[in-house]
């Protein structure tokens, strides 16, 4: 078997936000998993660079469409990789070689006949770029613009859709896993329910140029979903091109639910228009929104997706994306859901098991992997190995259908039960009895075992955290620790090799500190002090002192303060969890140090656009205040 599979082209009107970063992480996990079943695959993305949409966004930024659509997709292509997502190929529709075969199909679905020229009046929406019919507008209007469509009366070109509707009813109903999940498959039966109506492929080059010139007719471009869809197989060097044939069987696209219609009917009708088989899976994910709003970039709540991988880390981000989403259904985004899932699963679930058992085998082994010696008296309630085998089975069944989030509970799953085996079998007290010696061989050996399969079926969402753990495990680095066939084995760690010491895999993320004023209790040590920096480092950091002009309580918060302080002519809002040491009135009026340049948060609701200095201790805090008035922003050097 192979695999190749394709995300949208992204249009190159907005930067890449996070509803992008969404589907080609997703893709970029469906291929990792194929990886680790050891087949040969292939992943495309790329940019969607024609039509008016594109005209319209380069001429606002005074550029030519090209220069603009260069700089554009540059971003697209630069990001990925910071993400840790590989593709193979990055398809732009003005390439060359897209170009032509866009040509090729277009003077073949021409020459066959199920191309027509004819002069139409109909309802068309500019910023969707396409004709609607009154029965699809809401209230008269488009409904994703809440515009009124203008009247336009023009020849165009069009595409006889309705002679394949039968087949493509037919061949969706015989192939139930074609689109999924089924919802969607479903919604594309719905449509196919209503006549479909011709689809005008052409744009006059009166009203638009860029774009591709119809082979047929020099005073036409052709419709950018036409042009779009066909990066699909231009990409792998249709019709002759070796990866072409060899791939193309295997073709799965992955989609949000807004392109159901252009992937589920439009794009099976062009290939079998133009005699090519069509693909085998559509893959259609929900919309990730923002207090119940799609986020995009026309509403203006996008989240940059460097942002979060600057502030939570790759790993963490690809893991909260694809653990929090269901497959197929809405989400919504916040940055407390990260958090959350950062420090229960990650440092909690996954850190802590990694840490006790890595702890617990520096302490009772000195580095050194036992040999397995069967234990006089096994009688262990719980079967690592067995556990093991049936989490293999459910997560592959899970990533086949690309429902991550499934295969993930799977293998957290797997990590409880590994936590409860720490509990039941207690090797502390195994350690203590020297009859206890042999079991405790058993029981170690069968953890670090566990961790190695976890660590394996992470692969997928989590590269450079299984690569971690494998080092920690001691694996040989040149045998392919992520194929599941390696994954599947038992007792693979060989006794008497010797192990590095253990790290945290995921700190913590201390929002208490941020929240709480540091409520770590009991006698805590004075952390150490944190290694040297540069002076450049420090200049980084914007320090500022400020004048507290309010100061009041946060409503369901008994640490936290908003003040509201004075900054050179402007006022900024700062929440600082000191309320349990300060009362509003005891700050108003003094002048406090800030960091000026933090990232600005969300705290219970409350915009924080930047952090007061405290000293704090455990039971409250002393908040850094300059023995005199300053000019409020005075900097800090
Ligand atoms: N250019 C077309 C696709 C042509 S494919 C032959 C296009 N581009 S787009 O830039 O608008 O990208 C749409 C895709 O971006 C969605 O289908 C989805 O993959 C992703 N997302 C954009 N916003 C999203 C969310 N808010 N949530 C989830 N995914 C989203 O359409």
């Not at 020849?155 to 006889?160: C, E, G, M």
């Not at 890595?358 to 580095?367: C, I, P």
Request: net charge neutral; with cysteine; charged share 25%.
């Amino acid at each position: 078997m192979k695999f190749y599979v394709t995300t949208p082209i992204y249009y190159v009107n907005a930067k890449p936000h996070l509803g992008h970063t969404y589907t080609t992480i997703a893709a970029d996990v469906g291929r990792r998993f194929h990886d680790m079943k050891g087949e040969e695959t292939f992943f495309l993305t790329g940019t969607d660079e024609h039509g008016d949409k594109i005209v319209k966004a380069a001429a606002k930024n005074n550029e030519s469409p090209k220069t603009y659509a260069d700089r554009i997709s540059d971003l697209f292509r630069k990001i990925w990789p910071e993400l840790n997502v590989s593709f193979d190929r990055f398809i732009r529709t003005t390439d060359p070689d897209h170009i032509a075969v866009v040509k090729h199909i277009l003077t073949k679905i021409f020459d066959s006949g199920d191309i027509y020229f004819s002069e139409y009046e109909g309802l068309y929406c500019y910023d969707c770029e396409r004709f609607y019919n009154t029965r699809e507008l809401i209230d008269g209007k488009c409904p994703d613009h809440q515009t009124k469509p203008a009247i336009i009366r023009e020849s165009n070109y069009f595409f006889s859709m309705g002679k394949y509707q039968d087949w493509l009813i037919d061949h969706i109903k015989k192939n139930p896993d074609f689109i999924r999940p089924e919802r969607y498959r479903n919604e594309v039966l719905g449509f196919l329910r209503e006549p479909l109506e011709d689809l005008c492929i052409s744009r006059p080059k009166t009203r638009l140029t860029w774009g591709i010139t119809l082979p047929f007719d020099k005073n036409y471009v052709t419709y950018v979903w036409f042009d779009a869809l066909i990066n699909y197989i231009s990409a792998i060097g249709f019709p002759d091109g070796k990866e072409f044939k060899k791939f193309w069987p295997y073709a799965n696209h992955v989609i949000a639910k807004d392109i159901l219609k252009p992937h589920g009917i439009y794009w099976p009708i062009i290939l079998k228009a133009a005699g090519i088989d069509i693909f085998r899976h559509l893959h259609v994910h929900g919309y990730w929104n923002i207090d119940e709003s799609k986020m995009s970039k026309s509403i203006g709540n996008v989240v940059d997706p460097i942002y979060l991988k600057e502030t939570y880390g790759t790993d963490a981000i690809r893991y909260f994306l694809m653990r929090e989403m269901s497959f197929g259904l809405d989400s919504n985004f916040s940055e407390n859901a990260i958090i959350t899932r950062i420090n229960a699963d990650l440092a909690n679930d996954l850190g802590n098991l990694f840490s006790r058992t890595l702890g617990m085998f520096h302490k009772y082994f000195k580095g050194v992997v036992p040999k397995r010696e069967a234990p006089d008296k096994p009688g262990f309630e719980l079967d690592l190995k067995s556990a093991a085998i049936t989490t293999i089975e459910n997560f592959c069944l899970s990533m086949e259908h690309f429902e991550f989030h499934k295969a993930l509970s799977t293998v957290w799953e797997f990590i409880s039960v590994m936590n409860k085996y720490i509990d039941t079998t207690a090797p502390w007290e195994l350690a203590r009895r020297k009859s206890g010696q042999k079991e405790l061989t058993v029981v170690i050996r069968d953890l670090l075992e566990g961790l190695r399969v976890v660590s394996g079926l992470i692969y997928a969402v989590m590269p450079e955290t299984a690569s971690t753990m494998q080092t920690h495990l001691g694996l040989d680095r040149k045998r392919p620790f992520f194929l599941l066939e390696e994954i599947s084995k038992w007792d693979v760690l060989s006794a008497g090799s010797v192990l590095p010491k253990s790290t945290a895999l995921f700190p913590r993320i201390d929002v208490d500190r941020i929240e709480t004023g540091n409520e770590t209790s009991g006698d805590s040590p004075l952390p150490d002090i944190k290694p040297q920096i540069e002076i450049n480092d420090l200049l980084k950091i914007d320090l500022r002192a400020v004048k507290v002009l309010d100061a009041e309580k946060i409503k369901k918060s008994d640490k936290l303060l908003k003040l509201t302080v004075a900054l050179g002519d402007s006022t900024r809002t700062i929440v600082a969890g000191i309320a349990k040491t300060y009362a509003p009135s005891d700050l108003i009026g003094k002048t406090v140090i800030i960091v000026a340049n933090l990232k600005p948060v969300k705290l219970m609701g409350v915009l924080s656009e930047g952090m007061v200095l405290a000293a704090v201790e455990d039971d409250g805090c002393a908040v850094a205040i300059t023995d005199r008035a300053v000019a409020p922003g005075t900097p800090l050097r």
